[in-house]
């Protein structure tokens, strides 16, 4: 699993990240990468609270490749994922963080919503 921090330009190649999500996606469908991210999560979070805070992300961040993050590109994580402001991440909040930091899978989402929203209203013309 891949994360990008927030600091990086999403279409910066000179930012040294590459975008793992879409491979994953291709290679493992919806299911498996959903449950790679979930295990992305475990690894991450804080097993006595069951959300991922800062502490447990910089303590954890290594074990995905992060290390060389610093404590202001975690705490930027943090508030872009913190959807409901209680200071951590839980499951959904992450889930949507790696796809929000995913600029390709962002796209393919795009799309295929577009593509749905055609569909459905072509049955009204």
């Known amino acids: 699993m891949a994360a990008i ?3 990086a330009s ?10 793992f999500l879409p491979v994953m996606a291709n290679k493992l469908g919806g299911d498996g990468l959903i449950g790679e991210l979930c295990n992305g999560f475990n690894l991450l979070m804080d097993s006595e609270k069951g959300v991922i805070t800062f502490d447990s992300l ?24 913190d959807f409901d402001g209680d200071g951590a991440l839980n499951q959904m909040e992450f889930c949507v963080l ?4 995913s600029p ?6 795009r799309f295929l919503f577009e ?4 569909q459905e209203f072509k049955d009204f013309h």
């Open 10 to 19: 999403a279409n910066s190649s000179s930012s040294g990240f590459e975008d």
């Open 104 to 109: 390709e899978l962002m796209e393919a989402s």
């Open 58 to 81: 910089k303590k954890n961040s290594a074990l995905l490749g992060l290390q060389d993050l610093t404590d202001d590109d975690l705490r930027s994580m943090m508030k872009e994922g």
């Open 98 to 101: 790696m796809f929000r930091l």
């Open 5 to 7: 921090p927030p600091s």
């Open 115 to 118: 593509e749905a929203f055609e």
